[in-house]
Structures are given as C-alpha cells and as structure tokens.
C-alpha cells in the first residue's frame, strides 16, 4: 500500500504510523502540493527539475512531492537511518518507481530548483545547492535556519522575495523564499506578509498565541 496524493489523506495517512510525532501539518501539506505542483509546471519543457527535501523523517513531505513534484529528480536527505528506513517502507512503490535518491547530507554536485527545508540536516554553507532561480520552502518557524539563509542570499548578492503563510488559528506553517522574483511576485509577497501581519495582530489582540504548533 502506498501513501494518497490528497495532502490531507496523505497526512491521516502518515499519522498513524511509528515516528509521526513530528510530521509537517496538514496546511504545510496542502501549501507543499501547491507551491511544488506550481514550480514543476514552470519547469515543463525545460531541463530536469530537480528537488531536495531535507529533513524526509518518517517520510510525509517526500510523499507529498512525489505526487505533486511531476517528473521530478527527487533527493531525500535524512541522517537519521531509522527514518530513512521507515520513509523508504512507507513510500515503497512510490518512491521505486520514481527513482528516489536517498542520501543523510546534502550533495554538494547538485543544484537544486525546489528546496523543502524540514529538519536540521543543512549547515549554512549547503544553500550553495540552490539553482539560480530556486524556490525553498520552509516548513514550520525554524527562524535561525531562515536566518542564515537570508544572510547567504543577501552575501551572495542574491535577489529574493520571502513571505509567511499561517493557518487561522495561527499555529505554524511554512514560509516561502523565492529567488530572483518576478516584479508581479514581489508585490504579491509584500501584499501576503502585510495580510499574515494584520491577522497575526488581530490573533494577539485577542489572547491567541501565534506561531505555535498545534496538535
């Protein structure tokens, strides 16, 4: 049996198995399918678009770009071998047919056009794997790998556009770092992080912490 494609099934699905305590949540999920399925299309007609999930886990993000990434090359990279084993077992057909590569640190001979960023298994030298006009998605809050992030593009002279996306109960969950933006994408992620201020301050005007995962 292999995982669904549906971001919400897929999440139910990756639930109920050992190790899940820590999967993305069900907004990253949906918001994975979309910006991945996004960029794949982008990518269509063109060379091989290439993709990193780093921190797979139990494996729930890799699934979710597996069905969504379209012909992708995928590359896990998890240190932990339990993990790699249990995505390796909860992926089983899906991830042989598609030829996933699994590896516990980044490769350095790749560059990569989409960068799911879901654990710590990046130092700040490895956002050197980004492709000129990569996209990376972060799931969660993860602020000091953000930051250093940041400070590479911003060393490297790198334009980019970033916003946030929260869930309405204003739990946590994912934002996205675009290089080399488009002048249309730079409106519309300053438009995004002004929205996810408004209700972020509406959020703790009325008693709601924000920014935290909930169960």
């Avoid at 960068?115 to 990046?122: A, H, K, M, R, T």
């Avoid at 602020?143 to 060393?155: H, V």
Wanted: hydrophobic share 40%; with cysteine.
């Amino acid at each position: 049996m292999i995982p669904p494609s549906d971001p919400l099934k897929l999440h139910a699905w990756f639930k109920a198995r050992p190790g899940s305590d820590q999967i993305a949540s069900p907004f990253a999920l949906e918001g994975l399918a979309w910006w991945v399925s996004r960029q794949a299309w982008r990518h269509s007609g063109s060379r091989k678009f290439t993709v990193c999930d780093v921190g797979s886990g139990i494996g729930a993000t890799l699934a979710c770009l597996c069905w969504w990434a379209g012909y992708a090359e995928i590359v896990s990279v998890e240190s932990d071998p339990w993990c790699q084993e249990r995505a390796r077992e909860n992926l089983n057909h899906l991830g042989n047919a598609l030829g996933v590569l699994y590896y516990d640190k980044i490769p350095a001979y790749m560059g990569f056009d989409f960068v799911l960023l879901d654990g710590p298994q990046i130092q700040p030298s490895d956002w050197a794997c980004l492709a000129p006009h990569a996209t990376v998605f972060v799931e969660g809050g993860r602020r000091n790998q953000r930051r250093d992030l940041a400070r590479y593009l911003k060393s490297t002279n790198r334009v980019f556009c970033w916003a946030a996306w929260k869930p309405i109960d204003r739990s946590k969950g994912f934002s996205i770092y675009k290089l080399h933006p488009s002048a249309w994408e730079r409106m519309w992620f300053a438009g995004v992080r002004l929205r996810e201020w408004w209700r972020d301050l509406w959020a703790r005007l009325h008693g709601v912490t924000v920014g935290k995962r909930r169960a």
